[in-house]
């Protein structure tokens, strides 16, 4: 959460973790959730063959218009994969794990599409 980037005025954490589970990497999403205040997150984990996609938005984010699931949609297509999900948690694949920087650096961009609509 040191590292979340400030995009007009919200918080946008989007980092690559290390996790051996999809259950890991929800449990380490809810802890996230319960302590990042107002801001929006997305997570990318290697699972083995697998690379896994999880995106959450607090509430407060989801009245201006950012949604988890839209987030992992984009960032999923981004990269060659798929996903979705509820307005404040979703998750995905990245279908190709060579554009995991791309897909972490294009997250906050996201975020400033969505407040501006």
Sequence with gaps: M???RNVDGV???AAEVDV???DELRALGDRIRAGMGSAAAVL?????ERVALFAL????????GV???AIVKEI???TGGTGGGRPHMAQGGVGDAS???????????IVRTMLSK
């Design 2 to 4: 040191q590292n979340a």
């Design 11 to 13: 918080r946008v954490i």
């Design 20 to 22: 051996s589970s999809n």
């Design 44 to 48: 990318i984990a290697k699972l083995g």
């Design 57 to 64: 938005v607090s509430d407060d984010l989801i009245s201006k």
């Design 67 to 69: 949604r988890a699931d």
């Design 76 to 78: 999923a297509a981004l």
């Design 99 to 109: 554009r995991i920087g791309e897909a972490i650096e294009k997250a906050p961009e």
